[in-house]
């Protein structure tokens, strides 16, 4: 989907139903903008059911003040009309209260952001801005004070947030993001102390380059690939709707019958990803006019070394993710069902994922199919595309009761004995 080509009042119903559908916002909260070429403002309306927006509903604010619409606009237009003013690089402001981050806003406190090391980037600097009434001139000036300081991010004392972008999709992208790292804050406080990526790590992660690969031309296409396209775009879209990828962060390959394998493009929605998306990766070579996941190379190495491995997965399901940026273990053994199906889950140090990714490819077996990769992303390996996504659902599934866990007492693991047990019945 080309987001740049739709009308503004059409990005705005878009965004806003997403924010809403996922809980980040409700019925009468939040509001979003959009700064047109000619000047003209395109906002949300206020007391409008945000659960129902349409196109009609969009209010278009005129440079001189008049207002086209059938309601009024959002009482926080004064705010949205003040940094555009400040900061003439922003075109688009998303406005809104997610629990988690209305969480960190009363005790007031900024999420952590360097916990997953493409977040530091997405989010940029967060600050707080100090509070002040809804909608009024004061907090106006104070959140505009804050954008004037360079941030795109601003948290608000006893509200919530306000994201500037260059456009709607990179404001909502790096609001998703900070929500995210709120959320995963919360839940991985409950099982340790959570351990922030330094400067140094930071630094090589920004050192993590795309893979340069030949390009072919992908002329043919058999029902065989038409397929897999389409069975990886509905799962890609559903791992969405499940939060277990965000907008931009998760991979989905599949290998073909011919050795080669479909991988998800670097950076694109996967909220909205088509089949036209997906990479064909054929030897060295890839699909031409096409940009891969950075991770290509990794998938590749693990294809090579694991025939049976027929489906990979890269995620940051946050649950999951509560034992990468702690030093908890996860242990699988809490049901049957987890442990025939997860089995004896690893974890590698943060980095080896793409420095060390021979000996990462070489770790996987019938024993260990998936890896957790510190301050990273979870590593799911499957037969088939079905049983990758299958085991990524259980693990989070898994993690999450752990987690919960936490609030009632130790848990009793299955003991090795009834592992043994588990093994001979399903002959692993």
Known sequence: MNFDLLHPADQLVMLMERIYHYGMTTTSGGNLSILDENGDIWITPGSVDKGSLSRKDIIQVKP???????HKPSSEFPV??????????????????PPALVAFSIVRQIPETRLIPNFVEICGNVSMAVYDVPGSTGLSIKVT?????GNNVVMLENHGVFVGAADLFKAFMAFETLDYCARLQIEATKLGKIRPLSDKYIKISKEKQHVEMDEYLN????????????????????????????????????RLSDGSFLITPYHKDRKYME????????????E???????????????????????????????????????DCEFDSRTIPESYIMLRDVKKIPF????????????????MTPIIIAENDCVIVTGSSLINAFDKLEVMEYSAKAIVSSKA???IVAITDDEVKDLREAFKF
């Open 64 to 70: 001189d003040g008049t207002i086209i619409g059938i």
């Open 80 to 97: 949205h009309a003040r940094i555009y003013k400040s900061r003439p690089d922003i075109k688009a402001v998303l406005h809104a209260h």
């Open 145 to 149: 004070e804050e954008f004037e300081k």
């Open 219 to 254: 002329k043919s296409i058999s029902s065989e690939e038409r397929e897999a396209r389409r069975e990886m775009c509905a799962l890609i879209k559903r791992a969405y709707d499940q939060q277990l990828f965000t907008s931009t962060q998760g991979t989905f390959s599949q």
């Open 275 to 286: 089949e036209s998306d997906l990479v064909r990766i054929v030897g060295d070579w890839k």
């Open 288 to 326: 031409a006019g096409k940009m891969p996941s950075r991770s290509v190379s990794l998938h590749k190495k693990i294809y090579d070394k694991h025939p049976d491995i027929n489906s990979i997965i890269i995620a940051h399901a946050p649950y999951v993710m509560t034992f990468a940026v702690t």
């Open 351 to 366: 980095g080896a994922s793409f420095m060390q990714q021979d000996m990462v490819a070489d770790m996987f077996d019938a």
């Open 408 to 410: 009632l007492g130790e």
